[in-house]
């Protein structure tokens, strides 16, 4: 029997979409791509974390779906985008490209949400022609550019070479998941959520998250533990909001403040006390409202064409 791929009711499962197509990336990976909402809407484009797929932004989907066209995709390997050879930044970058793409038509601006890896893949592709023409602003959730292994604190230890290797050891595990158990609930908590995180907070999470396939989650990890974005946040010359969770022990607050830093349109960091790494999950109303309030400022509706008498 197939495992259970997300949570079927609540506010975490996801909305049937309007429509799905599939985009064609630059070496042939076919994306699994889901359109909700207005066709004519403000545009919004979601891409999602290691491990997870379309169906971690259920609640940013439910919400803005009503005003907006909100645009969702799954990461190769993840959710319904098949495995690819190629896990690589340069990947990520070519398939937000063909997304972006395929769903908007030209000169169409939307605001470009990405969590974690999301977020990682905005910073890789920030400098691209189709981010270029297509990025109105951008909402980085819970990300980092460069020494994510370094700085994680999922391992209860003091910084230095021997967190960071035995870090990289669990991160990078081969090791099944296995089915959703209390203590598999009790263990991805601790090491992604916050400690107050409500159990059907937890439960999304879980199951989004074991659905993923044990050797994409290894291979992805080993493109995490090698990051190295720098150079690509000075390029993201879009108005850019960032979110952290001040409990989250995968990408800890000190990413956030470095992005900040760097980046040449900040227009804020908000650090969530007590929340995980999770945003999404753990603060929906926040992460919905930060992006329907960058659609708001900064996607410009196009003035009606009159029609001739």
Request: hydrophobic content about 45%; proline content about 8%; glycine content about 8%.
């Amino acid at each position: 029997m197939s495992r259970l791929t997300h949570v079927t009711s609540g506010p975490y499962a996801p909305p049937a979409a309007a429509r799905e197509l599939t985009a064609l990336s630059a070496d042939g990976a076919r994306l699994h791509v889901e359109v909700h909402g207005p066709e004519r809407a403000p545009a919004v484009v979601l891409a999602h974390g290691w491990t997870c797929s379309t169906a971690f932004w259920a609640a940013q989907i439910r919400e803005l779906a009503v005003d907006h066209r909100v645009i969702a995709y799954d990461q190769r390997g993840h959710g319904r985008t098949p495995a690819s050879p190629d896990c690589s930044t340069r990947a990520l970058a070519d398939d937000l490209e063909a997304v972006l793409t395929a769903t908007l038509a030209p000169g169409e601006r939307a605001v470009i949400a990405g969590h974690s890896m999301g977020g990682m893949t905005v910073m890789a592709a920030s400098a691209r022609p189709a981010f270029r023409e297509h990025a109105a602003a951008a909402l980085l959730c819970s990300t980092g550019s460069s020494r994510l292994v370094d700085e994680a604190t999922v391992l209860p230890m003091r910084p230095g070479r021997v967190r960071t290797w035995l870090t990289h050891r669990v991160l990078g595990s081969r090791a099944p998941l296995g089915p959703v158990t209390p203590m598999a609930r009790r263990i991805l908590k601790y090491a992604t959520m916050g400690p107050a995180s409500a159990p059907h907070m937890v439960e999304a999470c879980a199951r989004i998250v074991h659905a993923c396939p044990r050797g994409v989650r290894h291979a992805w990890s080993h493109v995490l533990g090698e990051l190295d974005l720098d150079h690509g946040v000075p390029e993201l010359h879009v108005p850019t909001e960032i979110v952290v969770g001040t409990a989250d022990r995968l990408t800890p607050p000190v990413h956030a403040r470095t992005l900040a830093a760097a980046l040449p349109e900040c227009l804020g960091l908000t650090e969530l006390p007590g929340i995980g790494h999770m945003t999404p999950v753990e603060a929906p109303d926040l992460v919905t409202g930060k992006i329907r309030a960058l659609a708001a400022a900064h996607i410009h509706a196009e003035p009606a064409v009159e029609e001739s008498a």
